[in-house]
């Protein structure tokens, strides 16, 4: 099943993917899109800075119906069906389950604690999707049960490339994929040296 969902999950880049499964067209942080992408049943907003909260994004693939999942400060920018979460509450959108849970910075300022923003795991076909969102390698992390891990691995804003590494081991996902990096920052050294870390120990799948 991992490996069925894993061939429908596409790198849109930089934290943006898009999933079809479950019957639903899903897209997390929807950014820069380009090319004849799919309308969507289902968006997973992270926060709002404007690399992961796109308006303009998010209006190419929203119909009527579209369900939004994000954060109280995301939803200002949005209409429509917009359902708002903070860390650790739940919801459904259809056969799909999704649970929010912190992403934050330790040694950074960019993305506070306090602002309760989001990373999602999702479980669709009976696997677990987990986006961890704009982070740093957090201690909340051990608690994360998940078959696929979306980890960002930049630095400068995130968690590095090696701290990602720490991260996948306390979560230790079957399958792990670089995230945050080829667009703003990051390159795909960073992508290559997280697989590097991981090597013979946990599946590295780079986009």
Not at 126 to 155: C, F, N, Q, W
């Amino acid at each position: 099943m991992i490996e069925d969902i894993l061939k429908r999950l596409q790198w849109l880049g930089h934290d943006a993917f898009l999933l079809q499964a479950g019957g639903q067209t899903i897209y997390f942080d929807p950014f820069r899109l380009s090319g004849d992408l799919p309308p969507a049943d289902l968006i997973l907003v992270t926060h709002d800075h404007f690399d992961h909260c796109s308006e303009e994004d998010i209006a190419r693939i929203q119909q009527p119906e579209t369900m939004i999942v994000t954060e109280p400060q995301s939803a200002k920018k949005m209409t429509g069906h917009v359902t708002t979460l903070l860390p650790g509450e739940s919801c459904e959108a259809g056969n799909i389950s999704i649970t929010a849970v912190p992403a934050y910075n330790i040694d950074k300022k960019f993305h506070p604690r306090s602002n309760n923003w989001l990373g999602f795991i999702i479980t669709v076909e009976g696997v677990r999707i987990y986006h961890a969102g704009d982070t740093d390698y957090i201690p909340e992390m051990k608690e994360i049960e998940t078959d696929i891990a979306l980890l960002p691995v930049s630095g400068t804003y995130v968690m590095t490339a090696d701290e990602a590494v720490r991260a996948a081991f306390d979560i230790n996902p079957q399958v792990a994929i670089p995230m945050h990096y080829g667009t703003i920052v990051g390159d795909e050294k960073d992508a290559q040296r997280f697989a590097e870390g991981l090597a013979g120990k946990i599946r590295v799948e780079i986009p």
